[in-house]
């Protein structure tokens, strides 16, 4: 039988791609271990020690997670694909990959005296990050619309300059955390928050 979706396998690599990401995350939060545990108190210290993984991981997680919905929602505007197009969204699953590792720096580093470059590093891929998206939906539109029909190609139109704002937020934040890391840690972690609050409600209308 005919395959309905062109982009099928595309949609279900990336899939695999995003899950992935997401499993990798969770590698970092450890167990404390049981030799340095000689009370119950040390236990609530050792989870309060945990929490700048806990929170590195939850930013991550809703980084990738919005990230699969709104690549989810792109591959519905399209009928094709082409190179650039599969190449454009080579590049922002590059993007998503490699998010566990300034991940990991950041649950290490977030709260000590070193935290700007793991900041500015984590700032640095949501940067790139826009910027792949800005790619991807350039490839979508031009020379040749793969667009379904005219408001498809509207709705990428405003979402690509919705990827422009990105760029020039995140790239302030990276910016802001040379000096400040934590202030830009936890401005990041708000405009995420408003992406997925702004997503479910216009999901929901």
């Known amino acids: 039988m005919a395959e309905s979706n062109n982009n099928s396998r595309l949609e279900a690599f990336c899939d695999g791609v995003f899950a992935i990401a997401l499993t990798l ?13 000689n009370t119950t108190n ?67 580093y977030l709260f000590t005296d070193h935290a700007a470059p793991a900041v500015v590093l984590y700032a640095a891929i949501n940067v790139l990050n826009a910027i792949a998206w800005i790619v991807l939906f350039q490839a979508m539109l031009k020379p040749n619309p793969l667009t379904k029909n ?13 990827g422009y704002w990105a760029l020039v937020i995140y790239t302030l934040c990276a910016i802001l955390a040379f000096r400040f ?25």
């Open 181 to 205: 890391p934590q202030a830009a840690a936890f401005l990041l972690s708000a405009i995420w928050i408003f992406w997925l609050i702004y997503g479910i409600r216009v999901k929901a209308e």
């Open 42 to 108: 040390d236990l609530w210290v050792a989870f309060q020690h945990l929490l700048p993984s806990v929170f590195a991981f939850l930013l991550s997680f809703m980084i990738i997670f919005i990230s699969w919905v709104n690549h989810h929602n792109t591959l519905k505007l399209i009928h094709k694909s082409s190179h650039g197009f599969i190449y454009a969204n080579g590049f922002l699953l590059l993007t998503i990959v490699i998010l566990p590792f300034p991940t990991a720096l950041l649950s290490e």
């Open 25 to 37: 995350l969770i590698i970092d939060i450890k167990i404390p271990p049981s030799e340095t545990i």
């Open 150 to 162: 005219e408001k498809a190609t509207l709705t990428a139109q405003a979402t690509q300059r919705s």
